[in-house]
C-alpha cells in the first residue's frame, strides 16, 4: 500500500492525560510531515488511545477499532493506552498492525514510519508492551499548541494507590513525574502562544514529586504561578488526602489558581472507603472539604462517586446521600462499580446485583441534581458579577467558565471565544447558567 499524503486520524478515550498524551503524539506526527485528521475521516493510518477504567470502556477500545477498520481496511492501526498495555492481546484484533503500551507511547509515531516504509499491513499484530511495573522515568513528552483556550498538561504518570476496585496502577505502573523544570517551561511555551488557562493533570496528580527531590505539589503550584503572564490554572483529580493545612497554606493565596477542586472521593461511608482501600474516611473527606472552603473564597467542589461497590448496603449508600447532601457538590460524575480482571474488588463476596447498582445511580443522580439547582438558584439570587473565559461560539450562545468551573452562555451577538469578561448571572439553563455581559473588552 502506498500513500502521498500520509493522513493520519488520532481517536482519544478516556481521561486527561490521554487527551494530552494525544496531543503530544499529534504533533509529534506533524513534525514528520503526518496530515493530522479527524478519527472519523477517511485516512491512510489510525491511532487508537484506549483507557481501561470500566469493562465498557474496554468494549468501546474494540469498538473503536473495529470501525476505523471498516471504514478503510487497508489503513494501518496502531492501538495504545491503558486497553493496550493491560490486555495486549485483547487489543491486537484482526486487522491492527501494531500494539503499544505505557511505557514509550511516543514510539507510535516511529511505528508509523515503520509501516509507510514497508508499504503494507502487518499479516499479525506488533506487540510492544513491556512490563509497565519497572518503569522508572518519566516518558518525555510535551505540547506547545492546543485547542480553543485551555492546555492540559500532564505532570505525572502512575499511582502507588493501588485501590481495590482499580486497574489503572496495572495499567500505569508507579508514579513517576515530569520534573519541575521541564513543566515550568512547557507552560511558559503555552503562555507564549496565548493560552488563557493550563490544567495540570496525570494519573495521581498530587503525587508530583515524590519520585524527585524537588519538593511537593504545592511547590510546584507556587512555581508555575510565579510564571509571567500566568492565566487561570486548574488541577486534575486530587485525592482528598492531600488536604492538608500545610498544603492548603502552600496554595491558599496564589493569584493563579481557580478556585475549583475536583476531590475523588468515590463513596461518602468510611465503611465502603475502607473496603476499596482508600486513604481516608468520610469524616477526613468533608474536613478537607471545610478546610478548602475555610481558606479559599468562592471555592466549588466537583467529584467522582462508584455506587454497588461489593458489599455496600443499603444504609451504607444512604450515607454517602448524606454526605452528598451536606458536601454540596457542583457537580458528580457517577457510575456504577464495574468489575475489572486482576482486581481485590471483583473476588469479594456480596457483589451488589447490577440492577440495584443502576437504581442507586438514578437515585444519587436525581439527589445531585436538585443540589446543583439549589446551588445555582442560590448564585443567581446573589446577583453576583463572575469573570468569564469563554471557550466556544455557536448560534446558540457563546459558552465558557468562571473560575470556579460554572458553564455560563450568553447570547451570541458576537464572537467571544479565548476573550475573558464579566457577566451577570441571570438564570439556570440544563448544564449551568444564562447571563448577560457587564463590560466591554478590555483593550
Not at 465498557?56 to 495504545?80: H, M
Not at 514529586?209 to 510565579?226: N, P, Q, S, T, W
Not at 468510611?270 to 477526613?284: D, F, V
Amino acid at each position: 500500500m502506498t500513500s502521498i499524503c500520509k493522513s493520519v486520524g488520532i481517536a482519544t478515550l478516556g481521561c486527561k492525560v490521554n487527551q494530552y498524551e494525544s496531543r503530544a503524539i499529534e504533533e509529534a506526527l506533524i513534525a514528520r510531515g503526518y496530515t493530522v485528521c479527524a478519527p472519523d475521516a477517511c485516512c491512510d493510518a489510525y491511532i487508537i488511545n484506549t483507557c481501561t477504567v470500566t469493562a465498557e470502556s474496554d468494549r468501546k477500545g474494540r469498538q473503536l477499532i473495529r470501525r476505523v477498520l471498516s471504514q478503510n481496511p487497508q489503513a494501518y492501526v496502531v492501538v495504545t493506552g491503558c486497553f493496550a498495555q493491560a490486555d495486549p492481546d485483547g487489543a491486537a484484533l484482526p486487522g491492527v498492525d501494531a500494539v503499544c503500551g505505557n511505557t514509550e507511547k511516543m514510539q507510535v509515531v516511529q511505528m508509523l514510519d515503520e509501516l509507510f516504509a514497508k508499504g503494507e499491513k502487518n499479516a499479525q499484530a506488533q506487540i510492544d508492551v513491556p512490563d509497565i511495573q519497572k518503569a522508572r522515568c518519566f516518558e518525555p513528552m510535551r505540547i506547545t499548541a492546543f485547542e480553543r483556550t485551555r492546555a492540559y498538561v500532564k505532570i505525572q504518570d502512575g499511582c502507588d494507590s493501588h485501590c481495590t476496585y482499580c486497574a489503572i496502577p496495572g495499567a500505569r505502573g508507579p508514579v513517576r513525574s515530569k520534573p519541575m523544570q521541564e513543566v515550568l517551561d512547557e507552560v511558559r511555551v503555552l503562555i507564549d502562544h496565548g493560552c488563557a488557562e493550563i490544567v495540570l493533570t496525570g494519573i495521581e496528580t498530587a503525587s508530583w514529586g515524590k519520585d524527585l527531590d524537588e519538593g511537593d505539589f504545592g511547590d510546584l503550584l507556587r512555581a508555575v504561578d510565579a510564571l509571567p503572564g500566568i492565566g487561570r490554572v486548574r488541577l486534575g483529580s486530587l485525592d482528598p488526602s492531600l488536604i492538608k493545612p500545610r498544603f492548603v497554606q502552600k496554595i491558599a493565596d496564589l493569584k493563579s489558581l481557580a478556585p475549583h477542586f475536583h476531590l475523588s472521593l468515590q463513596s461518602g461511608c468510611s465503611r465502603t472507603l475502607a473496603a476499596m482501600k482508600r486513604k481516608y474516611n468520610a469524616e477526613q473527606a468533608m474536613q478537607a472539604l471545610e478546610l478548602l472552603r475555610a481558606s479559599i473564597p468562592c471555592v466549588q467542589f466537583t467529584t467522582d462517586v462508584i455506587v454497588g461497590f461489593p458489599g455496600e448496603t443499603d444504609e451504607d449508600f444512604a450515607q454517602t446521600l448524606e454526605f452528598i447532601r451536606k458536601a454540596r457538590f457542583l457537580q458528580i460524575h457517577a457510575f456504577p462499580y464495574s468489575g475489572r480482571k486482576n482486581t481485590p474488588a471483583i473476588r469479594m463476596p456480596n457483589q451488589v446485583p447490577m440492577q440495584i447498582r443502576r437504581r442507586r445511580l438514578h437515585v444519587l443522580q436525581e439527589e445531585q441534581k436538585q443540589i446543583r439547582a439549589q446551588m445555582l438558584d442560590e448564585m443567581i439570587a446573589k446577583g453576583p458579577c463572575k469573570q468569564v473565559l469563554f471557550e466556544t461560539d455557536s448560534p446558540a450562545g457563546c459558552t465558557g467558565h468562571t473560575p470556579e468551573f460554572i458553564e455560563v452562555t450568553v447570547p451570541f451577538e458576537q464572537p467571544l471565544c479565548g476573550q475573558i469578561r464579566t457577566v451577570c448571572l441571570t438564570g439556570r439553563s440544563k448544564d449551568g447558567c444564562t447571563a448577560a455581559l457587564t463590560d466591554t473588552p478590555s483593550k
